[in-house]
C-alpha cells in the first residue's frame, strides 16, 4: 500500500525535466479537459439520481397507511387506540396521525386550499413507518380488527410494488450510466491520447535513439493525461454538484420527484467522481502509450 | 564490445549486405565507408539495436541483440552514442537541454558544471540557451557530438558527421572524436569524406572498412 502511495505520489509530483521533454499539445488539452468536465457533470446527475431512487424504493417499501372512519365523537378515542396497538406492534418504527394541515395538503389537488377540512366527515390518517424487518401485517389488521373497529389498514401493495420496481429500475439504469459514462471518458481519452502520441512520434523516436525506456515515455503522458481528467472532473463536479444542491427542495414543494438531492453523508458521494475520472484517465493513456509505443518500435 | 557474425540484412525481400563480420575492440577507431545506398546507415543503427539483423548473430556487450527486450535495447543505447546525420534534436528543447536528454530519460541529475564543461569542449557555450533550428550545420553536428558523449558511453558511432560542413569544421569535429579515442572510447564513423579519412590517418591508428556489392572489406592502402 506504501508503495501504491509513493507511486501515486511520484506520478502527481511529476518530473519537471520529463514533462520538458514532451510539449503540450492544444488540442488534445482542451478535449480531454472538456470530455472528462462535461462526463463528470453528467455522473454527478447519474449518481444523484441512483441514490435518490434508492431512497424512494426503500421509503415506498417502509410506509404503510391506516385510516380510521368513526363518528364525530369516537374519532380521537379510536385514534388514541390505534397509536397505542401500533406503538405495540413489533415492526412498526414509527406512527402519528396526520394533523389537519398536512390531510388538507392531501386533498389540496382535487379541492383547491381553502378546504374546511374540520367541517367534512373525512377519515383521520395515520402514516405507519415499518422497520427494516417489517411487521406482520395479517396479525395488525386482526389486533385492529378487536381493538379499533374504524380502522383500515392500507399497506399499498396495489401501488406500492410497481412503484419500487420502478425505482429500483431507475436505480440501475443510473448505475449503468456511470458505467457507460466512465466507458466513454475512457475511450474519449484515449483517442485523445493516441493523436497526442501520434503527434509526437519524431520526438519519440529521439528519446528512444537517446536510451529512453517505454515507461518513461508513457509516463510523461499518462501524468499530463491523467491531471487534465482529474481538473475537468473536478470542475464538471462542482458545477453539477451545485445544480443538484439548486433543486428545489422535497419539503417546499411537497411532492415525489423534486427528491433528487444528496442527504446527509451521500453528498460526499460526488467526491469519487474526479477520483474515478483520473483513474480512468490513467489506465486508458497508459494501455494506449504502451500500446503505440509498441506498435513504433 | 560489438560483434557482427555472418550478418544480413534485407530490405522488403532485397538484400542490402550479407555474410558480415566485424569486431569493434575496446578503444578502436573506425572508418566505414562505401557508395551512398550501400547499408552503411543500416549497419551502424545494427550497432545499436535500431534494428535486428535478418541472419547471423549481432551482439552488443556480450549479448545478442535478437534477444534484447525493449529496456534491454535502451540500457545498450545508453551504452552507444550516437551522432546521427540529420543529429535529430527536440526542437522545443535549448541546446543545453537536448545535450542532457540522454541524463534525463536514464533519471540521472545533470550537474550544471558538466554540462558547462562539455559545451565548452564542443565551443557551443554562447549556444547554450539557443534552439537546434538556430545553429548552423557545424554547431549541430558538435551538439550533436556532445550529446552522444554526455552519458561517457563506451562506443561512439557518427554518421556522416560531416557532411554538411565545411572543411575547417570537418577538421574540427574530427579533432574531438580523435580525443574521444585517446581517452579510451571507441570509434566507428560512417563517411564518404575521403579526406577526413586520410587526415585522421595522421592523428590516429584506424581501420578503413568499406562497404560495397553487399561486402564489408578492409580498404586498400590507398586509404
Same mark, same amino acid.
Not at chain 1, 520538458?20 to 455522473?43: E, K
Not at chain 1, 434508492?54 to 417502509?62: C, D, M, P, T, V
Given at each position: 500500500m506504501k508503495a501504491f502511495f509513493t507511486r501515486v505520489f511520484e506520478l502527481l509530483a511529476g518530473d519537471a525535466q520529463a514533462d520538458? $521533454?514532451?510539449?503540450?499539445?492544444?488540442? !488534445?488539452?482542451?478535449? #480531454?479537459?472538456?470530455?472528462?468536465?462535461?462526463?463528470?457533470? =453528467?455522473?454527478?446527475?447519474? =449518481?444523484?439520481?441512483? =441514490? $435518490? !431512487?434508492?431512497?424512494?424504493?426503500?421509503? =415506498?417499501?417502509?410506509?404503510? #397507511?391506516?385510516?380510521?372512519?368513526?363518528?364525530?365523537?369516537q374519532m380521537d378515542a379510536q385514534t388514541l387506540a390505534a397509536l397505542e396497538v401500533l406503538r405495540t406492534t413489533p415492526g412498526v418504527a414509527d406512527a402519528r396521525a396526520l394533523d389537519e394541515d398536512e390531510q388538507r395538503a392531501l386533498l389540496a389537488p382535487w379541492f383547491g386550499p381553502d378546504l374546511p377540512v374540520e367541517t367534512l366527515p373525512i377519515p383521520q390518517l395515520i402514516e405507519v413507518i415499518a422497520d427494516g424487518d417489517g411487521y406482520d401485517t395479517a396479525g395488525l389488521r386482526a389486533r385492529l380488527a378487536a381493538e379499533v373497529p374504524g380502522a383500515v389498514l392500507d399497506d399499498h401493495t396495489r401501488w406500492r410494488e410497481p412503484l419500487v420496481e420502478a425505482a429500483s429500475r431507475l436505480r440501475l439504469l443510473g448505475f449503468v450510466s456511470i458505467v457507460l459514462i466512465a466507458g466513454a471518458t475512457g475511450a474519449m481519452i484515449t483517442l485523445a491520447a493516441n493523436a497526442a502520441l501520434a503527434a509526437n512520434a519524431q520526438l519519440i523516436r529521439v528519446m528512444r535513439l537517446v536510451g529512453a525506456r517505454d515507461i518513461y515515455i508513457a509516463r510523461a503522458f499518462v501524468r499530463r493525461f491523467t491531471l487534465r481528467a482529474l481538473l475537468g472532473a473536478a470542475i464538471g463536479t462542482l458545477i453539477g454538484t451545485l445544480a443538484v444542491l439548486l433543486l428545489p427542495s422535497a419539503d417546499a414543494a411537497g411532492g415525489f420527484l423534486t427528491g433528487l438531492g444528496f442527504q446527509g453523508w451521500h453528498w460526499l458521494w460526488p467526491l469519487t467522481i474526479p477520483i474515478l475520472a483520473a483513474l480512468v484517465a490513467f489506465v486508458a493513456t497508459r494501455q494506449a502509450a504502451l500500446r503505440t509505443l509498441q506498435e513504433q518500435s | 564490445?560489438?560483434?557482427?557474425?555472418?550478418?544480413?540484412?534485407?530490405?522488403?525481400?532485397?538484400? &542490402?549486405?550479407?555474410?558480415?563480420?566485424?569486431?569493434?575492440?575496446?578503444?578502436?577507431?573506425?572508418? &566505414?565507408?562505401?557508395?551512398?545506398?550501400?547499408?552503411?546507415?543500416?549497419?551502424?543503427? &545494427?550497432?545499436?539495436?535500431e534494428l535486428i539483423a535478418t541472419c547471423g548473430q549481432v551482439r552488443l556487450f556480450g549479448q545478442d541483440a535478437r534477444n534484447l527486450d525493449r529496456d534491454g535495447v535502451a540500457e545498450t543505447r545508453r551504452r552507444v552514442g550516437v551522432m546521427h546525420q540529420d543529429c535529430q534534436f527536440l526542437d522545443h528543447l535549448s541546446v543545453a537541454e537536448n545535450i542532457a536528454l540522454p541524463l534525463t530519460v536514464s533519471g540521472q541529475t545533470t550537474h550544471a558544471s558538466d554540462l558547462t564543461d562539455l559545451l565548452g569542449w564542443v565551443g557551443l557555450t554562447r549556444q547554450m540557451e539557443q534552439l537546434p533550428p538556430q545553429l548552423s550545420g557545424g554547431e549541430r553536428q558538435r551538439a550533436a557530438l556532445a550529446r552522444a558523449v554526455i552519458m561517457s558511453p563506451e562506443v561512439i558511432l557518427a554518421d556522416e558527421p560531416t557532411g554538411n560542413v565545411d572543411w575547417e569544421m570537418s577538421q574540427r569535429l574530427l579533432t574531438l572524436l580523435v580525443e574521444l579515442n585517446k581517452m579510451g572510447k571507441t570509434v566507428l564513423i560512417a563517411t564518404h569524406d575521403i579526406s577526413l579519412i586520410r587526415a585522421a590517418k595522421a592523428q590516429v591508428s584506424a581501420r578503413v572498412l568499406r562497404l560495397q556489392d553487399r561486402r564489408l572489406q578492409l580498404a586498400g592502402a590507398d586509404l
Open positions: 520538458r $521533454a514532451v510539449p503540450p499539445t492544444g488540442y !488534445t488539452a482542451r478535449l #480531454t479537459l472538456l470530455t472528462s468536465g462535461a462526463m463528470a457533470l =453528467l455522473a454527478v446527475f447519474a =449518481l444523484a439520481l441512483s =441514490l $435518490a !431512487t434508492g431512497r424512494w424504493a426503500s421509503e =415506498l417499501a417502509q410506509t404503510s #397507511t391506516l385510516r380510521i372512519s368513526a363518528p364525530q365523537g | 564490445m560489438i560483434e557482427l557474425d555472418n550478418v544480413a540484412y534485407s530490405y522488403g525481400g532485397a538484400e &542490402l549486405f550479407s555474410a558480415l563480420n566485424l569486431q569493434l575492440a575496446p578503444g578502436s577507431f573506425h572508418f &566505414l565507408t562505401g557508395p551512398s545506398g550501400a547499408g552503411k546507415t543500416t549497419l551502424l543503427k &545494427l550497432c545499436y539495436g
